[in-house]
């Protein structure tokens, strides 16, 4: 059940982006557009998976130089690419350059944080209810 929270909240920050940030673009139809965000939300997400270790992995030095600021500049190649994935799926959903890719990124990054703040799935719930309360031994 989390793991479709998180599918429908990045949908739903995809969408933010395409509505806030000019040259992220999704055309169709409105009950076409809704499948499409939720197939480029589970892009995103597999591109987020795969890749992002990697390049971690491969570019520690630059993050650590740059104190994790080339994150925004990954984050925003991997939306980049997930529009090219997304076209050559034949979606409509398409991202213009890298600096709305950028932007986007940032956008879909804060948005995502602050909705899976506030919906919190019961698995998280169950592991805040698990956490080792601290005891008071003195006496």
């Not at 892009?43 to 630059?62: E, S």
């Not at 805040?128 to 601290?134: K, S």
Request: charged letters at 20%.
């Amino acid at each position: 059940m989390g793991i479709l929270i998180r599918l429908v909240v990045s949908a739903f920050a995809l969408w933010l982006s395409t509505v806030a940030i000019e040259g992220i673009t999704l055309s169709g139809e409105p009950t076409e557009k809704i499948g499409t965000l939720l197939v480029v939300a589970v892009i995103f997400g597999v591109v987020n998976a795969v890749l992002r270790p990697i390049i971690k992995t491969f570019g520690c030095a630059i993050y650590a130089v740059t104190l994790g600021l080339v994150a925004v500049l990954v984050n925003g190649l991997l939306l980049w690419l997930t529009s090219w994935i997304a076209g050559e799926l034949d979606l409509r959903f398409h991202v213009d350059g890298f600096i709305p890719a950028v932007l986007g990124t940032l956008l879909i990054g804060i948005v995502s944080w602050l909705l899976n703040f506030f919906v919190k799935t019961g698995k998280d719930r169950d592991d805040d209810d698990r956490r080792p309360r601290q005891r008071d031994y003195r006496r």
